[in-house]
T-cell receptor, first 107, second 114 residues
Framework: GQQVMQIPQYQHVQEGEDFTTYCNSSTTLSNIQWYKQRPGGHPVFLIQLVKSGEVKKQKRLTFQFGEAKKNSSLHITATQTTDVGTYFCAGRGTLTFGKGTMLLVSP | DTGVSQDPRHKITKRGQNVTFRCDPISEHNRLYWYRQTLGQGPEFLTYFQNEAQLEKSRLLSDRFSAERPKGSFSTLEIQRTEQGDSAMYLC??????WGEGYTFGSGTRLTVV
């Protein structure tokens, strides 16, 4: 079945540093979604990518979908303490989630 | 409509007891999903409904688990003869279409089996 792997599992940065998490699928994805889960919270939808090579931006967040539609990345520029949380990618169908990347930001 | 509601927020039960959780999705969403999440893991798919029809169940879902969505609105998830391994956060999500928009998750029901 479809598997979605995320790396790194955990990253601790200083406020102002950049952060990137990568998502890799064992199968080609028709589309991919990204979610953020704050500590003690529930996943919150960030964005969906559909097209091969697609790049979308949300303020300091940049999302990319690979040309082969088997990988994706989320890049945060100049992290802030409000970026703390776990970022999940999820593949289509009934949303198979990766294990997520936990981001910790120190002030 | 304030989003996806789940009840109760917390449930502590003794091993072997049955528990039932409720989810009220966003009213105009016809798809409803149940997920389970344990510490350090991503949400694990359990089952989903389109309107009142249960269209898919995870093969990981044992016979002790059953879900219903009788009128295509709220849904219930029942776990019979609970085991300690059932301790987890049970998340409900809804969406308006198969893959058009993101899922809206509820705050979850945290189950602790003692």
């Amino acid at each position: 079945g479809q598997q979605v792997m995320q790396i790194p599992q955990y990253q601790h940065v200083q406020e102002g540093e950049d952060f990137t998490t990568y998502c890799n699928s064992s199968t080609t994805l028709s589309n991919i979604q990204w979610y953020k889960q704050r500590p003690g919270g529930h996943p919150v939808f960030l964005i969906q990518l559909v097209k091969s090579g697609e790049v979308k931006k949300q303020k300091r967040l940049t999302f990319q979908f690979g040309e082969a539609k088997k990988n994706s990345s989320l890049h945060i520029t100049a992290t802030q303490t409000t970026d703390v949380g776990t970022y999940f990618c999820a593949g289509r169908g009934t949303l198979t989630f990766g294990k997520g990347t936990m981001l910790l930001v120190s002030p | 409509d304030t989003g996806v509601s789940q009840d109760p927020r917390h449930k502590i039960t003794k091993r072997g007891q049955n528990v039932t959780f409720r989810c009220d999705p966003i009213s105009e969403h016809n798809r409803l999903y149940w997920y389970r999440q344990t510490l350090g893991q991503g949400p694990e798919f359990l089952t989903y409904f389109q309107n009142e029809a249960q269209l898919e169940k995870s093969r990981l879902l044992s016979d002790r688990f059953s879900a219903e969505r009788p009128k295509g609105s709220f849904s219930t998830l029942e776990i019979q003869r609970t085991e300690q391994g059932d301790s987890a956060m049970y998340l409900c999500a809804s969406s308006p279409s198969a893959w058009g928009e993101g899922y809206t998750f509820g705050s979850g029901t945290r189950l602790t089996v003692v």
